[in-house]
C-alpha cells in the first residue's frame, strides 16, 4: 500500500515512520529527475503556499518559495513578525485561522517552540515546520536524509560524525530521529560541555544506534562516510574565554579532508561562517550546495504529498 | 444592461449604487461557486496586480494578493514604506505613475487619510482602495456585504447591531454607507463618548434608515439577526481611566451570544485581541473567518471587474 | 551571425560591444510590440528569477519584477538585506551560491561597489548587477538607450545633454559608455565641482566623441536633442552651503522647456526631488515615465538572452 501524507501536518522528525521517510524521499527523488528535463512541473498549478515567517530566514523561506514554483505553484507571505497582524496584537491562532482562508499548505518559521504545534490545532490546511525556536526543524532533517542517500546511494550501513554544538543544535536533533531508522554508527564529536544531551543518545541507544563520543575530529574523519557540521554559537557561553578556547576546535579546512577516510561527504545545514574553510568548496565530497539544493526537492515532495497532489 | 466597473477606482463605499453593489456580490459568488471545482481560474492569467502596502497590513495584502493569484494572475509590490521610493523624497503620485508602468491593477494601503484619491488623480490603471488611514475601506466593506448576503440569504430587512467604536472605525463608516441601500435597522452600540458622528447618523436617517443608539449590547444581542465587533483602541482616549473603565463593555462571550436572538450571525474585520472571547469561534453564527475568505472572493470580483476581464 | 547572450553576467555598461547593445534593444523593442497584443508571454514559462536586493529599491526590483512576470516566469527574493542570510554573518558568495540553487537568473542591487562581480565569480547562472553602490548600473543604460531610441527613431547623430551631479553618478556613467558606440555629441550641464571625471572624458574623446563642458543649462537646451536630468544629492558636499548656493541651478522647468530646441527630448533615471517641475510632466517630450516602461522592456530582453531562452 501507498504511504499517504495528505492532510497531514510536518512538525517533528519525531512523527516519521521509516515508510513516510522513504516516501518522501523517493518522491524528491522522482521530482529531481523530472526535473531535468524541463524547469518546471504543473501538479500544484493553482495552488498556494503561504510561508510565514515570523523569524527571519532567506535560505528557508526561498527553498520553500522555489519548491512551490517549481511545481507550478504560487506564493504569498511575509518575511518577518513587523509586517504581520501579530504586531497588532493578534494570537498566533487567528493569524493562521486567517491565513488557512487563503491558502493550500502553510510553510512557517516562528521563534518559539511548539508555535507549530499550535498552529496545527487550528490550522485547517497541513503546516510545514520550517523551524520553531530551539524546537524541530524537520524538513530539513528530510533534506540531510535526501544527500546522504544521493550521495552514498543508500542510507544503511554509514558511519556519520556529527560535529559542534550538538547540545542546542535543533538539525542534528531532527537529524538523529531519521538516521535511526538504518544502521547507523554516530559519531558524536563535540566539547564535552556541547556534547549530544543523555536523554537523545540514551533513546538512540535503545533503538540499537551504534554511539561513539569524541572530542577528536581528526580521529573521527579517518572512521566517517559522512561528516555533518555545524556552527558553535557564541551566545551558548556564558564565559566568553570557554567560547574562545573551544570556537576553533572544530574547523574543517583542506588539510584534514586530506587525512579522512578516502569518499567522504561533507554536509553543513548553511550558513556557514568558518566552519569549513573556503578551500574545501571544491572537494568533489563537498556536499553542502547540493544539500540546499536537495532542501528544494525535499519541500516539492512534502508540499505534493501533504496537500495529496502525488 | 450590465453594469460595468471597468477602469473605475474603488476609493470609497459611497461610490457604489445598490446596482453596483449587487453586480460586485454577484461577480463574488460566482467566483466562491467556481473555486469549488477547482484551486485557481485563469481568468486574470498574465495580468498583473501590484500591492503598494505604505502601511504594513497581513491580512489585506494577502487577501488581494491570494485573489490576484486566484484568478490565475500575478502580483508584484511591497509591504511597508521603508522599502519603497518613498524614503528618498518620491511623491505619492510619481511612484503611482512608476508602477501603473508594470502592473494592470493596483491596491493600496496608506496612513494618509485621502492617498488614494490622490493616486487616482494620476494612475493609468484602476486603483483599489485598501484604507486610507482614518479614511475610507471600501473593499472591507463590500466583503462584509458579501458575508451578511451569504450568511443571511438577502440583505433586505435585517437588524444589524454595530458594536464598539463608531466614532472612529472607518470599516463601520464604510459598511453603513452600502447597507443604507437596503431596509435596514441599525443599531449603534457604543459607549456615548464613541458614537457614530451625528453627521453620519443623521445622513443615513434622510435616506430612511432606522437607527438606535444604545450602550447595552446584550440588549441589542436579543433583537439584532447580525452583529457587527469592533476595536476599541486605547490610543483613541486621552484619559486612560475613561479607556480602562470601557474597554470590557463590549465583550462578546458565550455566554451572551446563548442569550442573544435565535440565529445571530457575528462578524467582525479583525484582528480582534478580546472583543470576541475564543468560546464563541465554534458557535454556529461565528463568521468572521469565513467573512475573510468572503474577503478573497469580494476582491476577485472588484479585480475582475475594473480590469474589465468580466 | 546573431549576438548570443547565453550564460553572461551583465555586470557593466563596458562590457557591451554595440552589437550586443543593438541586440539587447532588439529584443526589447520586440517584446514591447509583442505585448500590446497580450497582457504577458509565455517564454520563460516555469523559469525563476531571483531578486537579492541588499538594499532597497522599490522601482529596479519592481521593474525586474514585472519583466520576469511579463515573460510568463516566477519570482523569489528579498527586499532588504536585513531578512537576508547575510545578517547571519553569511559572505556574499556562499549567499549566491545557495541562491543559484533554487533560480534561474539572478538580479540583485548590493550597496558595495564591485559585489556583482564577486558574486559572478562564483554564480552558476546569470548574474544581472540592478546597482552596487557608487559602481554601476548597466540595466539602467540599456534601458536609457532604449528610450533614446524610441522617441528619436535612431541613436546615431544626436545631441545629448546631461545635467547634475555628472561625477558621482552612476547612471551617467554607464550611459556614456553606450552613447560612445554612437555619433553623439555629449554636453555636460555640471557646476564644475561636478564636472564628468576627467579620465573618462578623456576616454570619450579617443574614442572620437566630442563633448562641451558647461554650467549654463539654459544653452544647453537650445543645442540638445536629449536632456538627461540627475538629481544633485545634498550628501556630496561637505559644505552645506555651497549645496544651497548650487541646488536650484539645475531646474528644468515648463519655461525652460519652452525655450528649448523643438522636439526636445527629457529622460531621468528617477525617482526626481525637484529636478523636473511637475509643470513639465504633459510636455509631449516628457519622456521619464515612458522610460520607465522601457526598463521593463529592456530587462525582459537581458533575462530572455542571458538564459537563452531567445
Redesign the interface.
Known amino acids: 500500500m501507498t504511504i499517504s501524507l495528505k492532510g497531514k501536518h510536518i512538525l517533528s522528525g519525531k512523527q516519521f515512520s521509516k515508510a513516510e521517510i522513504e516516501r518522501v524521499l523517493e518522491v524528491g527523488e522522482q521530482f529531481r529527475e523530472e526535473l531535468k528535463e524541463?524547469?518546471?512541473l504543473d501538479l500544484m498549478?493553482?495552488?498556494?503556499l503561504?510561508t510565514l515567517f515570523f523569524e527571519?530566514?532567506?535560505?528557508t523561506r526561498?527553498?520553500f518559495?522555489?519548491a512551490m514554483?517549481?511545481l507550478?505553484g504560487?506564493?504569498?507571505?511575509?518575511?518577518?513578525a513587523?509586517?504581520?497582524?501579530t504586531?497588532?496584537?493578534?494570537t498566533l491562532?487567528?493569524?493562521i485561522?486567517?491565513?488557512?482562508?487563503?491558502?493550500?499548505v502553510i510553510a512557517m518559521r516562528h521563534p518559539q517552540i511548539g508555535s507549530a504545534d499550535l498552529a496545527a490545532e487550528v490550522a485547517t490546511v497541513p503546516i510545514l515546520n520550517g523551524g520553531d525556536g530551539a524546537g524541530q526543524h524537520p524538513t530539513q532533517a528530510l533534506l540531510d536524509m535526501l544527500t546522504i542517500k544521493s550521495e552514498k546511494g543508500a542510507l544503511d550501513g554509514l558511519t556519520v560524525a556529527l560535529v559542534g554544538d550538538l547540545k542546542h543544535g535543533r538539525t542534528v536533533h531532527a537529524l538523529v530521529e531519521l538516521l535511526k531508522h538504518y544502521r547507523t554508527r554516530l559519531l558524536f564529536v563535540a566539547p564535552s560541555l556541547l556534547q549530544m544531551p543523555s536523554e537523545i543518545s540514551a533513546s538512540l541507544r535503545e533503538y540499537g544506534i551504534t554511539i561513539e563520543e569524541t572530542a577528536d575530529l581528526s580521529g573521527a574523519l579517518r572512521q566517517a562516510d559522512v561528516v555533518y557540521m555545524t556552527r558553535i554559537q557564541r551566545e551558548r557561553f556564558a564565559d566568553p574565554t570557554q567560547y574562545d578556547a573551544l570556537k576553533n576546535a572544530f574547523i574543517l579546512d583542506r588539510a584534514l579532508v586530506d587525512q579522512a577516510k578516502p569518499g567522504l561527504t561533507i554536509l553543513h545545514p548553511?550558513?556557514?561562517?568558518n566552519e569549513i574553510a573556503?578551500d574545501v568548496d571544491d572537494f568533489g565530497g563537498a556536499a553542502y550546495?547540493?544539500q540546499?539544493?536537495n532542501?528544494?526537492y525535499a519541500r516539492m515532495a512534502l508540499i505534493a504529498l501533504v496537500t495529496g497532489r502525488i
Open positions: 524541463k524547469p518546471s498549478k493553482g495552488y498556494i503561504g527571519p530566514s532567506t535560505r526561498l527553498s518559495e522555489s514554483e517549481r507550478g504560487s506564493v504569498i507571505g511575509f518575511s518577518e513587523s509586517t504581520s497582524s504586531a497588532k496584537g493578534e491562532q487567528d493569524t485561522l486567517t491565513v488557512c482562508q487563503y491558502v493550500d548553511l550558513p556557514r561562517v573556503t550546495f547540493r540546499v539544493k532542501g528544494m
